[in-house]
C-alpha cells in the first residue's frame, strides 16, 4: 500500500496563480522527494528535501517539510499552462531503499 | 538517448498469455527499479535491483511476475498467465549508487510500457 498522500486530488488554477500541494506520509523517512507526470509519460524528478531540512527552494518551486507532522508542501509559484501535470510526493524510508509515492495532485493550469 | 528506455511502450495482449516487458537503465546507474501504475493513481512499487541481485519484492508481485537482471544492465519483466487486473502501466527507474553525490537519491524513469489486457 502507498505511505503517501497527497492533498488535494485535483486543482484547477489561473494561469499566473500559485499552486499548492501537500503530502502526508507514516512513517520515519530519509527524504521526501517530487515527481511530477505529464500524461502518458514516465515522472521526472523536481526537488528533495532532507528529512534535517525545513524548506527548499528551487526556481519556482518551494519545498517544505515538518517531520513532526510527517507533512511536506509543495508550492510553484506564478503557474503557467504548462505545469499543467500530476504532482507525486515519494518518500524514501530510513531504512530501506524503496522509494513509496503518494496516489498524486492533478493540476490544472488554464490559460 | 542516454535515457532509460523500455520496451514496448504498448502491449495488448489476451487473457492467458505472457508478456514480457524490457527495461535498458542509464548505463552508469546500477540501482533498477520496477513500478506498477494504473490510472489516477501513484506507481506502486513491485521490485529492485542493485546490480544483478534482486533486493527487495513487493507482495504485489505474486508468482506470476518475475523480473531479472542478469548482467547488471538491462532488466526483463515477466507476468505469466495475464489477467484483466495486470492491465496497467509498468514504469522501470534507475539510479546511481549511494555516496556518488546529490544526484544518487533520485530515480530517472523511463516513459514506461501500457499494457491491455482483453
Known amino acids: 500500500s502507498q505511505q503517501g498522500e497527497e492533498d488535494p486530488q485535483a486543482l484547477s488554477i489561473q494561469e499566473g496563480e500559485n499552486a499548492t500541494m501537500n503530502c502526508s506520509y507514516k512513517?520515519?523517512?530519509?527524504?521526501l522527494q517530487w515527481y511530477r507526470q505529464n500524461s502518458g509519460r514516465g515522472l521526472v524528478h523536481l526537488i528533495l528535501i532532507r528529512s534535517n531540512e525545513r524548506e527548499k527552494h528551487s526556481g519556482r518551486l518551494r519545498v517544505t517539510l515538518d517531520t513532526s507532522k510527517k507533512s511536506s508542501s509543495l508550492l510553484i509559484t506564478a503557474s503557467r499552462a504548462a505545469d499543467t501535470a500530476s504532482y507525486f510526493c515519494a518518500t524514501v524510508p530510513l531504512y530501506g531503499q524503496n522509494f513509496v509515492f503518494g496516489p498524486g495532485t492533478r493540476l490544472s493550469v488554464l490559460p | 538517448d542516454t535515457g532509460v528506455s523500455q520496451d514496448p511502450r504498448h502491449k495488448i495482449t489476451k487473457r492467458g498469455q505472457n508478456v514480457t516487458f524490457r527495461c535498458d537503465p542509464i548505463s552508469e546507474h546500477n540501482r533498477l527499479y520496477w513500478y506498477r501504475q494504473t490510472l489516477g493513481q501513484g506507481p506502486e512499487f513491485l521490485t529492485y535491483?542493485?546490480?544483478?541481485?534482486?533486493?527487495?519484492k513487493s507482495r504485489l508481485l505474486s508468482d506470476r511476475f518475475s523480473a531479472e537482471r542478469p548482467k547488471g544492465s538491462f532488466s526483463t519483466l515477466e507476468i505469466q498467465r495475464t489477467e484483466q487486473g495486470d492491465s496497467a502501466m509498468y514504469l522501470c527507474?534507475?539510479?546511481?549508487?549511494?555516496?556518488?553525490?546529490?544526484?544518487?537519491?533520485?530515480?530517472?524513469f523511463g516513459s514506461g510500457t501500457q499494457l491491455s489486457v482483453l
Open positions: 512513517t520515519s523517512i530519509n527524504n
Open positions: 535491483f542493485q546490480n544483478e541481485a534482486q533486493l527487495e
Open positions: 527507474a534507475s539510479s546511481l549508487p549511494p555516496g556518488t553525490g546529490g544526484e544518487n537519491e533520485k530515480l530517472f
